[in-house]
C-alpha cells in the first residue's frame, strides 16, 4: 500500500457550475469554497500531511476584472472566518506564489496568517495564489545564479516555493480538462495524475477516497521495474 503524503488538486469547473445553476460564474467559485472546506476535513481524516490547492494561476489575470475582484474577495472573508478554525484543527497555511502583485491590505492579512499558524503540524495546506510553475522556476534559477550554485536538484529543490515539502504523490483535477494548466510542472515528475468528470462545485468526500484508495494500489516505479 502506497502511503499517501502529498495531494494536489487543481479545482477546475466553478465558472461552468456558476452558469449552469445559479447563472453566474462567481457563484460557482462560492460553492467551490464549500467544496474547499469539505476536502481539507477529508484530508485530515486519512492523515495526509500536505494539500496543495491551485486557487488563482498567473494566467488567470486575463479573466474579466469582476472576477477577478470577487475571486480575491472570497479569499479575504475565507481567511477572516476560517484562520481560527485553521489553528483549532492545528493546520498550517502556505501561500505558493507571487503574492507582491496582490493588494496591501490582503497580503498582510496572507502573511500574518502563516506567521499564527506556522507552529501547526497535522495538515499543512499550501494555497497557490498567483502561481505559475514557469515564474516558479525563473525565481529559483535566478536564486541560484545569485548565491552562486551549482545547477544541480538539490539546489533547485531547496530553492523553489514547495522546498521541504514532498512532491505530490497524487494530483487531482476536477473539471473534466486533462491538462496541467502551468502547476508544480517540476514537482509532479512522478505523481499519479486523476482527472475527474465532476466539476469543483460537485466534487466529494466519496470522490476523494475513490481517489486515494486507487492511488493505494498503484505501483510506483520510478523508472524501475
Ligand atoms: C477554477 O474554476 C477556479 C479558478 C480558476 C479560480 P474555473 O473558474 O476555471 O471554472 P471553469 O473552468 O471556467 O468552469
Ligand atoms: C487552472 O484552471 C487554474 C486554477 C484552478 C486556479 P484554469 O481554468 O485557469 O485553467 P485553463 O485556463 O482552463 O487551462
Ligand atoms: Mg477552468
Do not use: C
Not at 10 to 37: E, Q, Y
Amino acid at each position: 500500500m502506497n502511503p499517501i503524503k502529498h495531494v494536489a488538486i487543481i479545482m477546475d469547473g466553478n465558472g461552468r457550475w456558476g452558469l449552469k445553476h445559479k447563472k453566474s460564474r462567481n457563484l460557482g467559485h462560492r460553492a467551490g469554497l464549500n467544496t474547499v472546506k469539505k476536502i481539507i476535513k477529508s484530508t485530515i481524516k486519512n492523515k495526509i500531511k500536505y494539500l496543495t490547492l491551485y486557487a488563482f494561476s498567473t494566467e488567470n489575470w486575463k479573466r474579466p476584472q469582476n472576477e477577478i475582484n470577487f475571486l480575491f474577495k472570497l479569499l479575504d472573508s475565507f481567511i477572516d472566518k476560517k484562520i481560527s478554525d485553521f489553528n483549532k484543527n492545528k493546520i498550517k497555511l502556505k501561500i505558493i506564489g507571487n503574492i507582491e502583485l496582490l493588494n496591501n491590505k490582503l497580503r498582510k492579512k496572507l502573511q500574518k496568517s502563516e506567521q499564527l499558524t506556522k507552529k501547526n503540524n497535522r495538515l499543512q495546506v499550501n494555497l497557490a495564489l498567483n502561481y505559475g510553475s514557469k515564474t516558479e522556476l525563473i525565481e529559483t534559477f535566478k536564486k541560484i545564479n545569485k548565491n552562486k550554485l551549482h545547477i544541480n536538484i538539490k539546489n533547485i529543490e531547496r530553492n523553489l516555493y514547495t522546498s521541504n515539502i514532498p512532491d505530490p504523490d497524487i494530483l487531482i483535477r476536477t473539471g473534466n480538462t486533462q491538462r496541467l494548466s502551468n502547476f508544480l510542472l517540476w514537482q509532479m515528475a512522478y505523481s499519479e495524475i486523476f482527472f475527474e468528470k465532476k466539476l469543483w462545485p460537485d466534487f466529494n468526500e466519496k470522490d476523494y477516497n475513490k481517489i486515494l484508495n486507487q492511488f493505494k494500489k498503484i505501483k510506483r516505479n520510478y523508472g524501475n521495474i
